[in-house]
């Protein structure tokens, strides 16, 4: 089976990963992997293909920035282009990116059996462009993999039927656990993005007496009042506990743009650097009191990891986050005296999820080879999760 297998922005590479590992001298399933270049830069891209130790895409489509819709059509165009010359099997899309939804597209048009990893995800709000994403893409597509409960029960409601749906696992948790050990053997040694000074973990921060942020979506970030009030919040919170930022390029532009960078100078313990590689990163991580963040992934890491997690947004598409493990949803305002609680020895704890357990590509290698997905019909196997274990 000719299966390719679609990465185009930096949340996608944990997910890539571990399948194409997997997938390493398979005789049943030969995997191609497409890199569409929606995330370009250095750091957004190649350094996780090195960390990871993912193989070079067998294809480069090199879209790079535009608008959502510059950059669908240009993926659309390009990675029809593959499937014309390549004629797969089957194609596998992760997660919720503007590539994921924009291949699936152009594989359900031309009748190409398309798999949605992560499929099922919701966070009910149509503002944020990944929602249209794993809405479009689930709408169309013919395999749904899930990593929680909830998400079964979303792709059920919208009427997906049940026997084409394979609760398996995370895969960003087989990444983790895979490569644990190799980033706790990384350096946490930065160079400030806003001044001409280096921080240095066990010097200027400590193992686990500092906070690590992500921020990036536009209601936090993209206008003058919300991200100034972050930044104020940010520092008030800094002044208690040293928080080390690998910032998002658009997150600090925003900042450049909007003369806010005066601000961030007033607090030592506030320390903004360049966005980090997947080993850095997950180091960076694992070693915190707990993570700020208005981001996606983040929050499924810090479930394993068992490390408070606040979630500065009013929903999440990864509920059992909340139910099952360490992350709170909380509002801006609230932010200082969540942090005091973690700081109090109160932050959330939790449990891992079911099949959150570093095995989940085996079983998604172990249904494909099935042949499944492309040959058989769902209802007429009697397969089902429980059998996957």
């Known amino acids: ?58 294809y480069n489509l090199e879209v790079g920035s535009a608008s959502q819709a510059v ?15 390549e004629s797969p099997d089957a194609v596998l899309v992760v997660g919720d990116v503007t590539s994921t939804a924009a291949c699936t597209l ?9 798999i949605h990893y992560e499929a099922g995800l919701r966070s009910r709000d149509r503002s944020m462009p990944e929602e249209i994403n794993r809405l479009v893409t689930d709408s169309i597509s013919d395999i749904f993999i899930t990593t929680s409960k909830d998400a079964d029960e979303n792709l059920m409601q919208e009427g997906v039927p049940s026997e084409n749906i394979y609760m398996l696992g995370n895969l960003m948790i087989d990444s983790l656990v895979v490569n ?9 040694r930065f160079r400030l993005l806003h001044e001409e000074r280096e921080i240095l973990f066990g010097r200027d921060f400590m193992d686990g007496e500092y906070g690590v942020m992500t921020f990036h979506r536009p209601s936090n970030v993209d206008t003058p009042e919300a991200l100034g009030r972050l930044i104020g919040i940010w520092g008030k919170v800094s002044e208690r506990v040293p928080l080390v930022f690998p910032i998002h390029p658009r997150t600090f ?34 070693h915190s009191k707990f993570a700020l963040t208005d981001s996606g992934g983040i929050q499924e890491e810090t479930t394993y ?8 947004r009013p929903n999440t598409e990864r ?33 891992v999820p079911k099949f959150w357990d570093g095995k989940t590509a085996n079983r998604m290698v172990a249904l494909l080879e099935g042949g499944v997905p492309v040959v058989a019909n769902f209802a007429t196997t009697g397969k089902n999760v429980t059998e996957m274990k």
Request: some cysteine.
């Open 1 to 58: 089976m000719k299966l390719i297998l679609v990465a185009g922005a930096r949340p996608n590479f944990m997910k890539i990963a571990p399948i194409m590992h997997a997938l390493e001298g398979n005789t049943k399933i030969h995997p191609m992997l497409v890199h569409t270049g929606q995330h370009y830069d250095i750091k957004m891209s190649e350094q996780f293909f090195e960390d990871l130790r993912i193989p070079k895409p067998d």
């Open 71 to 85: 950059q669908t059509a240009r993926i659309m165009e390009r990675f029809e282009k593959v499937c014309i010359d």
């Open 106 to 114: 152009v594989a359900a048009k031309m009748g190409i059996k398309t």
């Open 180 to 188: 644990r050990e190799r980033a706790s053997a990384t350096e946490l």
């Open 253 to 286: 532009k925003n900042i450049q743009n909007f003369g806010l960078l005066e601000e961030i100078e007033k607090y030592p313990n506030l320390f903004l650097i360049e966005p980090l590689g997947y080993l850095q990163f997950m180091n960076l991580v694992q």
């Open 305 to 312: 990891l068992n490390i408070p997690c606040l979630t500065v």
């Open 319 to 351: 509920p059992v986050t909340i139910w099952e493990g360490s992350n709170k949803l909380i509002k801006v305002e609230e932010i200082y005296d969540e942090v005091c609680l973690v700081l109090a020895g109160k932050g959330k704890r939790g449990v």
